[in-house]
């Protein structure tokens, strides 16, 4: 079955960073747009950050400059390098992979920002 692990999360003060990975399994991982997204209490879920199969990016405009995402296709694991962290990107992160209409989620991990 197909699993993706998010792990890295943690609590951090403004200003730090936090690498976040996802794990994949039970995939084609090299075929599949992987996306990072983001809840926060009594908000939608937000895509963050997302890339496709031949390594294209694309991040939401809060994250732009701060967060980067990347992926090793030989590991089957996606990235999220965070910096900069401020307040507002306190949420859970949820590991996203998508392929035509086939998509699956991670458990999600959570990150919290906070002096």
């Known amino acids: 079955q197909v699993q993706l692990v998010e792990s890295g999360g943690g609590l951090i003060q403004p200003g730090g960073s936090l690498r976040l990975s996802c794990a994949a399994s039970g995939i084609t991982f090299s075929i599949y747009a992987m996306n990072w997204y983001r809840q926060a209490p009594g908000k939608q879920r937000e895509l963050v950050a997302a890339?496709?199969?031949?390594?294209?990016?694309n991040y939401a405009n809060s994250v732009k400059g701060r967060f980067t995402i990347s992926r090793d296709n030989a590991k089957n694991t996606v990235n999220l390098q965070m910096n900069s962290l401020n307040p507002e990107d306190t949420a859970v992160y949820y590991c996203?992979?998508?392929?035509?209409?086939?998509?699956?989620w991670g458990q999600g991990t959570q990150v919290t920002v906070s002096s």
């Open positions: 890339i496709t199969s031949d390594g294209s990016t």
């Open positions: 996203n992979a998508r392929l035509g209409p086939s998509f699956y």
